[in-house]
């Protein structure tokens, strides 16, 4: 079955501090990749996407994410995490042969202490 | 490009009324996506139109829910005989033709059934 797991439900971080958020996924094949974004009340944005290519993604607001096919995975990653990252992040995966089919993950929530 | 635009973004009614919210996309996209995000989960797929055709439906989509895009521009969803479980966030999302997948979402529509 297709699934998208994301196994952190909550992250505390030191502002400053390294972030990592982890992805897992299973497809039957290496889907287009995502990670999408949501502050409390809004809608989301997107903050970076992978379909081929470098395996190590930039994306905005400092943030970049590998995928390893090896291991299912496409993990977020910023070296110095911001007090206005504090947000709400979902990986997303939509399959090459229907890509309207997105998936989303439950979403790991972000807070950032001082 | 002014987004993807959603109204009312807050809408409190109660048990068994009818409700309708309205998603204006990008001008330019022809494909337009209704989500549904309950509180600690990621968006589910509701359903998709491709201009002005309703090309999928998620068995998420009661009889209770219907979506129109009549003109192929801003679409409607209307929830009649709201329940409490009819509670969520409901989010818009449009994008173009071809590329990689990327969706373009709205702020949402927060329904509350007392």
């Known amino acids: 079955a297709q699934s998208v797991t994301q196994p952190d439900i909550h992250i505390t971080v030191s502002e400053g501090a390294s972030l990592e958020l982890r992805c897992n996924y299973s497809?039957?094949?290496?889907?287009?990749l995502f990670w999408y974004v949501q502050s409390p009340g809004q809608g989301l944005q997107l903050l970076l996407k992978y379909f081929s290519g470098d395996t190590l993604v930039q994306g905005i607001k400092g943030f970049e994410a590998e995928f390893k096919r090896s291991q299912s995975s496409f993990n977020l990653r910023k070296p110095s995490v911001h007090w206005s990252d504090a947000a709400e992040y979902f990986c997303a995966v939509a399959p090459l042969y229907n890509n309207n089919d997105m998936r989303f993950g439950a979403g790991t929530r972000l807070t950032v202490k001082p | 490009d002014t987004g993807v635009s959603q109204n009312p973004r807050h809408k409190i009614t109660k048990r068994g009324q009818n409700v309708t919210f309205r998603c204006d996309p990008i001008s330019e996209h022809n494909r337009l996506y209704w989500y549904r995000q309950t509180l600690g989960q990621g968006p589910e797929f509701l359903t998709y139109f491709q201009n002005e055709a309703q090309l999928e439906k998620s068995r998420l989509l009661s009889d209770r829910f219907s979506a129109e895009r009549p003109k192929g521009s801003f679409s409607t969803l209307e929830i009649q005989r709201t329940e409490q479980g009819d509670s969520a966030m409901y989010l818009c999302?449009?994008?173009?033709?071809?590329?990689?997948?990327?969706?373009?979402f709205g702020e949402g529509s927060r329904l509350t059934v007392l």
């Open positions: 999302a449009s994008r173009g033709t071809g590329g990689t997948g990327e969706l373009f």
């Open positions: 497809y039957g094949a290496t889907p287009y």
